[in-house]
């Protein structure tokens, strides 16, 4: 499976931003995406969690109220839209996808480039 975030961008306090994780591979809606985030001097760190079928998904505290996890895998693609920005969200963005329905980065087989998101006025 080869993944491909986009979307990031500069945006303001408060503003919203959708980033988008396309995927190749017929057997995408097999497998658990996950949203992660590294900020600048920090570790990576979980974000959020889909199972294959979209029917359970999971958030950091950090995010949870703010962010949304979705996919479409009609069109192989992972979503996460992100509300209410601040600048602690500052952070290169990855996806990845794997077989299991975990937080931590290790149970991740493949991931995307990552995409830069800034949140500043």
């Known amino acids: 499976v080869q993944l491909q975030a986009s979307g990031g961008g500069l945006v303001q306090p408060g503003g919203s931003l959708r980033l988008s994780c396309a995927a190749s591979?017929?057997?995408?809606?097999?497998?658990?995406v996950g949203w992660f985030r590294q900020a600048p001097g920090k570790e990576r760190e979980f974000v959020a969690v889909?199972?294959?079928?979209?029917?359970?998904?999971f958030y950091a505290d950090s995010v949870k109220g703010r962010f949304t996890i979705s996919r479409d895998n009609a069109k192989n693609t992972v979503y996460l839209q992100m509300n209410s920005l601040k600048s602690e969200d500052t952070a290169v963005y990855y996806c990845?996808?794997?077989?299991?329905?975990?937080?931590?980065?290790?149970?991740?087989?493949?991931w995307g480039q990552g995409t830069l998101v800034t949140v500043s006025s």
């Open positions: 990845a996808a794997g077989p299991s329905y975990r937080r931590s980065s290790s149970s991740y087989d493949y």
């Open positions: 591979g017929r057997t995408f809606s097999s497998y658990v």
């Open positions: 889909m199972s294959g079928s979209g029917g359970s998904s």
